[in-house]
């Protein structure tokens, strides 16, 4: 399985940005789809971002047009470029890895806007 390891959370003030990043291991990294989900307090999980191995993007209607993911296989990343942030974005934000049966999550990173 692949290892996640998520980066750039923060504390950030409504309508500002933040860039998140998730550092995968493995050699095969271009082969997984990737996603990233949040988790807010009280609230359902919930898919924000995908990228396919062949670089197709999805989003939630809920950030479509402010949040971008991107990925560079030759470092292993997947980010999340988070842009006009709401207090509703707060969450754990985790990144997701999907080859086959293969599922991997990393161990999330908080972000939370607030003024």
């Known amino acids: 399985q692949v290892q996640l390891v998520e980066s750039g959370g923060g504390l950030v003030q409504p309508g500002g940005a933040l860039r998140l990043s998730c550092a995968a291991s493995g050699n095969i990294f271009s082969m997984y789809a990737m996603y990233w989900y949040r988790h807010a307090t009280g609230k359902q999980r919930e898919l924000v971002a995908a990228i396919t191995s062949g670089g197709s993007t999805n989003y939630a209607v809920s950030v479509k047009g402010r949040f971008t993911i991107s990925r560079d296989n030759a470092k292993n990343t997947v980010s999340l470029q988070m842009n006009s942030l709401k207090p509703e974005d707060t969450a754990v934000y985790y990144c997701?890895?999907?080859?086959?049966?293969?599922?991997?999550w990393g161990q999330g990173t908080q972000v939370t806007v607030s003024s």
């Open positions: 997701d890895a999907v080859l086959g049966r293969v599922d991997s």
